[in-house]
């Protein structure tokens, strides 16, 4: 059983809807990052974060430490927004990947 | 000016050869990753290196071998390529090792897609 788990693995939404993702994990973190792989393959950290919320534009990112539990929200979504996103979490001396959620945004 | 580059972005080559993928970053960063992303899309981490010093080192075949000649570079050697070795290699780095506690963003390279034939 992988250490991350991602919910769901696929998704389509339509254009301004909202999206949660989930990630819940089974190892004690020091962090959780999400990450974005675009179409292109290329990577990039959208957060990194190890307890409440954080925000950056239409993107909000929580954690429950005792749950272990992340979600990533998009507000607003758009197409642009299609890619896969990646939940990590570290331990401190070593990283756990999550299996990614594919998200598809049709306008 | 890319943060975090990789070369090649593509190679492709026999079984049994040896191959070498180079990264280097430019933000003065002290820690760097490598990553490898299978045919499952599904990331892991291999090795990773602050200041020059190994850190994290996965259950990973010996033909693979980091080697860091400064903290710019982290480069990364295959022997005696196999079939399953095929995947993307992704290089990161961070400003330290906060990245593996709570405060370090990791700045991904663009990749290294590998084919063994």
């Known amino acids: 059983k992988n250490e991350v788990e991602q919910s769901p693995q696929n998704l389509t939404a339509q254009e301004g809807e909202f999206i949660t993702i989930n990630c819940s994990y089974s190892?004690?973190?020091?962090?959780l990052h999400w990450l974005q792989q675009h179409p292109g393959g290329g990577i990039v950290s959208l957060f990194m974060l190890s307890s409440g919320k954080k925000k950056h534009g239409r993107l909000i990112a929580t954690i429950n430490i005792q749950e272990k539990h992340s979600s990533l929200h998009i507000t607003a979504s758009h197409p642009r927004d299609s890619a896969v996103y990646i939940c990590?979490?570290?331990?401190?001396?070593?990283?756990?990947f999550g299996t990614g959620t594919s998200l598809t945004v049709i306008p | 000016d890319t943060a975090v580059s990789q070369t090649p972005k593509y190679l492709v080559t026999q079984m049994g050869n040896d191959k070498s993928i180079k990264c280097e970053q430019n933000?003065?960063?002290?820690?760097m990753y490598w990553y490898k992303q299978d045919s499952k899309k599904f990331l892991k981490i291999m090795f990773s290196y602050n200041n020059k010093e190994l850190i994290i080192n996965e259950t990973v075949p010996n033909r693979f071998s980091p080697k860091s000649p400064d903290k710019a570079h982290l480069n990364l050697h295959i022997n005696s390529l196999e079939l399953g070795d095929s995947a993307v290699y992704f290089c990161?780095?961070?400003?330290?090792?906060?990245?593996?506690?709570?405060?370090?963003?990791?700045?991904f390279g663009e990749g290294s897609r590998l084919t063994v034939l």
């Open positions: 990590a979490v570290t331990t401190g001396n070593q990283f756990y």
């Open positions: 990161a780095s961070s400003q330290d090792r906060r990245a593996l506690r709570n405060t370090g963003e990791l700045f």
């Open positions: 933000l003065g960063h002290d820690t």
């Open positions: 190892v004690g973190i020091s962090a």
